[in-house]
């Protein structure tokens, strides 16, 4: 009797697993949904957008792009790790909403193990703006002006503990200098002050910082990659100029925690495919924007590492957001 009965349970859990696997290999069965926690227009919209364009060729279903914006990116954040666990839903993370946010968010409604790491696919270095009006014209420039007016200064950023912000800091501690900073609500308003000589300078992305310099409305002293950036060749990097400090951003994209892996590997292994199309590698280009992928697990480790090395900073500046 008990060999019938567990030839019966085995039966049935064969069958089980029969029906289970043509579901999961069919992924995705509808369309996908990536949601930019951004504003439509900004870097990480623009590049997202160019990248969804070519993934349904090797994911078979559309792929939609939707703007949740609101509180540095966690209120999208928080929107896909509520979202059921199946693929279906992503989220368009970068260093502030998976590596910043966790630690200066007093109470953050979500934090990193309520997500599923995808992939990595774009490094944005940033670029040292400053109004035309300020007088200086290089990075030593820039400095001796701060040493000469502490905290008169000004600088623009996207919001409190932003990388733009954070970057910033980063300088101003190197060299033991203070400045003022003044909080916008995105990149664009920000520049725009600089622009008007409302503040006196901004790190920001180097594709927005390429196109302010492109008619002489701001001066570009420096970028804060490793590397020069190719689409702005003359302008040198921190450390050429004699500070050894780094900054910058990066997106990829995380689904909601318990995600299949099957899943999430198909889902890499689309967006692999998308950054080889030579329109999405433009796009790119033009932003000043690196391609960069990785693996789910790679991505993962990424992450971890990006959020250690914000902690110090962080704690050292106080920074706290209610």
Request: cysteine-free.
């Amino acid at each position: 009797m008990s060999t019938n009965i567990n030839r019966r349970a085995l039966l049935t859990m064969a069958g089980t697993t029969a029906l289970a696997a043509p579901a999961l290999a069919a992924f995705p069965d509808r369309p996908v949904r990536i949601i930019v926690p951004w504003p439509p227009g900004a870097l990480a919209d623009v590049v997202m957008r160019a990248l969804a364009q070519h993934m349904p060729g090797s994911l078979g279903q559309p792929v939609v792009v939707e703007n949740r914006p609101g509180a540095t990116g966690a209120l999208g954040t928080e929107f896909v790790a509520r979202s059921a666990p199946d693929g279906h839903t992503l989220i368009l993370g970068n260093a502030e909403t998976h590596a910043i946010n966790p630690l200066v968010y007093r109470r953050l409604a979500y934090n990193p193990a309520d997500f599923q790491p995808v992939s990595l696919f774009a490094r944005a270095p940033f670029a040292l703006a400053v109004n035309q009006g300020l007088g200086v014209t290089d990075l030593a420039g820039f400095l001796a002006k701060l040493r000469a007016q502490p905290g008169r200064v000004s600088f623009a950023s996207w919001g409190v503990g932003s990388t733009s912000h954070l970057t910033m800091e980063l300088l101003l501690r190197s060299a033991r200098l203070e400045a003022l900073h003044a909080p916008f609500t995105g990149q664009a308003p920000g520049i725009t002050a600089v622009i008007a000589g409302q503040v006196d300078s901004m790190f920001l992305t180097a594709g927005g910082a390429e196109a302010a310099a492109r008619d002489g409305r701001v001066k570009l002293l420096a970028v804060s990659s490793a590397e020069r950036v190719p689409l702005l060749p003359e302008v040198p990097t921190l450390r050429e100029a004699g500070v050894a400090v780094e900054g910058g951003n990066w997106f990829g994209l995380l689904a909601p925690a318990r995600t299949p892996m099957e899943a999430a590997n198909k889902l890499a292994q689309s967006i692999a495919e998308a950054t080889r199309v030579p329109a999405v590698m433009e796009v790119f280009r033009a932003q000043a924007a690196v391609l960069s992928t990785n693996a789910p697990e790679a991505f993962g480790r990424f992450i971890a590492e990006d959020r250690a090395r914000w902690e110090e900073p962080v704690r050292a500046l106080d920074i706290k957001i209610e």
